[in-house]
């Protein structure tokens, strides 16, 4: 079990990275919102007085049991140990449960529709409950996610989170079903999910990852399970807030470009606004421990003459209000525009907007150089996964610029000249697809 000290509250900072010159006419204008949320989470926080986040945390296990989860038996036998090292991390007075996926969802532990309290002697028996985990049937994730759900519902919890294994495709279930389980469990539950091996789709675990605001990633052998399950625990366990939104309020005339998520990944957010009152909507941001994450927030503001200034967007962090009022915001930043006919201060590119452009950039085109590949256009897939090999370099992303190596045999990273490689591990390839998202932060 980890250990954690006496609960603080967590406080959470917002900084605001642009530049905000623009020639006479201008109209575009980005900047780079950096969220810091600090004394809480990981040193034990359990939400901010006040707010919907202030009790206990639940946390659901799934655990793929199809039949492919025997081939190799190490499937199965690593799904069981990594369980049990979760279920070991879990702190003293979280609420929790496993379940058992196939082609149906099946309570493993406590069972009757609850939760269990995380003790000495639940952990115990929840680990003696994996024992008579086995491999059969189908798979259709759909029906666990919703199962997880009613679950995490059935107690009054300040952070709700699942995690989900997976070995295979999702073969029981059409897209559309699971994408209705996504969609109903959206905003209501966090989810970190893994593929073991091989012979799952990647954007079938990054959609559940994404549309459930967590993790994905491949675990390529099972001897790995344990160390990441203990490592997802730990960073569940860390969560001190839970549904925490990114308002933007805009004056009359500005028009929204998009909201990303752009650190430690790429993660869309615009489609997902709700509104929140004249001019402002709401984008999700699920829950924050101890951590910090950048947004890039592109709005379009009208025209005007050089000496002329404006807010261009007010950025606040939201949490609700478990009384059902009104919600005060955490911290907020602004964004600024002014116009000037200094054309050194109007053409200059903040470091930090260049940056993510280019880390997004990046995501896009290892996705776009992997799908043309699997399509056999190996003239497609040489020239973007060049591009990608050049924009690592220049990012310093390392980590991505190694993954890449796996693909393609790099001739010249600073001008993105790459021969694509003649036989590729497909966990090699799995692996770079499953990370392309994941950035490398902007020095400062």
């Known amino acids: 079990m980890a ?37 809480g989470g990981t040193s034990g926080a359990t939400g901010i007085p006040g707010y919907a986040g202030g009790g206990t945390a639940g946390v659901v296990i799934m655990v793929d049991c199809s039949g ?26 979280t609420s929790f449960a496993v379940v058992a996926g196939t082609h149906v969802a099946k309570e493993v532990y406590p069972g009757n529709g609850r939760l269990a309290v995380a003790d000495d ?13 086995s491999a059969g049937g189908g798979t259709a994730i759909g029906t666990w996610l919703r199962l997880t759900d009613r679950l995490l519902s059935s107690a009054d919890l300040a952070i709700r989170h699942g995690i989900l294994l997976t070995d295979g495709r999702n073969e029981h279930e059409s897209p559309e079903e699971l994408r209705a389980a996504l969609d109903a469990c959206a905003g209501r539950f966090t ?83 709700t509104e929140a009152g004249p001019r402002a909507g ?12 950048d947004y890039h927030v592109s709005v379009r503001v009208p025209q005007a003459a ?23 915001p955490l911290s907020q930043g602004l964004v600024r525009a002014v116009w000037t006919d200094d054309l050194a201060m109007s053409t200059s590119i ?51 610029a190694k993954l890449l190596s796996k693909v393609v045999d790099v001739v010249d990273a600073a001008t993105g000249t790459v021969r694509l490689k003649a036989k590729v591990a497909e966990a090699d390839e799995m692996t770079l697809e499953t990370r392309s998202t994941k950035t490398v932060r902007v020095k400062r």
């Open 121 to 133: 002697r639940t952990r115990a028996e929840a680990k003696q409950a994996l024992r008579s985990l």
């Open 68 to 93: 492919s989860m025997d081939y190799p038996a190490t499937k199965m036998r690593g799904a069981r140990e990594a369980t049990a090292a979760a279920v070991d991390t879990l702190r003293d007075g």
């Open 306 to 328: 050089v000496g002329q200034e404006m807010l261009a967007a007010r950025v606040s962090l939201i949490a609700p209000d478990p009384a059902g009022g009104d919600p005060r």
């Open 282 to 293: 709401d984008y999700p941001t699920g829950s924050w421990g101890d951590e910090s994450r």
């Open 350 to 400: 903040n470091p930090q907007v260049a940056h993510y452009t280019g880390q997004a950039e990046l995501a896009d085109v290892i996705q776009q150089g992997l799908d043309a590949r699997k399509t056999g256009d190996r003239d497609g897939a040489t020239a973007k996964l060049g591009r990608a090999v050049q924009l690592a370099a220049a990012s310093g992303n390392a980590d991505t």
């Open 191 to 273: 989810c970190d999910a893994r593929g073991v091996g091989t012979d799952w789709e990647v954007k079938e675990v990054t959609g559940i990852a994404s549309a459930l605001l967590g993790t994905a990633d491949i675990v390529a052998d099972p001897a790995g399970l344990a160390a990441d399950f203990t490592t997802m625990m730990e960073q569940a366990m860390g969560k001190g807030v839970a549904d925490v939104a990114l308002r933007l309020w805009t004056p009359v005339g500005v028009e929204i470009g998009f909201v990303k998520q752009v650190a430690p990944t790429v993660e869309d957010l615009t489609g997902r606004r």
């Open 3 to 39: 250990n954690f000290s006496k609960p603080t509250v967590p406080r959470f900072s917002v900084d605001v990275y642009q530049n905000e010159f623009l020639p006479e006419g201008g109209r575009e204008v980005s900047a780079i919102v950096t969220v810091t949320s600090t004394g």
